[in-house]
């Protein structure tokens, strides 16, 4: 006796859903950041949000004492990256605490 060869389909991962874009929680107002000069920022931390949706903080003290008190926001997240993506985008900054 045959038996016949059931074939089963095999199971298919979830598509991947586009991820939305994070919104910050806290109240922080957003900067403009065309020509604000880091000497004018009034708190330790931006808040930087990448196109990709990640929220990453960085400490303004570290970018003072690297390019300078005269040097705009800018300039010095010119060359932030984003720990997700790996990319250079900045989508929005925050002030932060």
Request: hydrophobic residues 55%; without cysteine; glycine residues 4%.
């Given at each position: 006796m045959?038996?016949?060869k059931r074939r089963?389909?095999?199971a298919r991962?979830?598509?991947k859903?586009?991820?939305p874009p994070v919104i910050p929680v806290s109240d922080m107002p957003r900067l403009r950041v065309g020509g604000l000069r880091?000497?004018?920022l009034e708190c330790a931390v931006v808040q930087v949000v990448c196109k990709c949706g990640h929220v990453g903080e960085v400490p303004v003290v570290p970018l003072i004492e690297r390019h300078g008190r005269a040097a705009r926001v800018r300039d010095a997240l010119g060359?932030?990256?984003c720990s997700r993506c790996?990319?250079?985008t900045i989508h929005r900054v925050?002030?932060?605490r």
């Open positions: 045959a038996f016949s089963f389909p095999k991962p979830a598509p859903a586009a991820r880091l000497d004018a060359a932030v990256r790996l990319q250079q925050f002030a932060g």
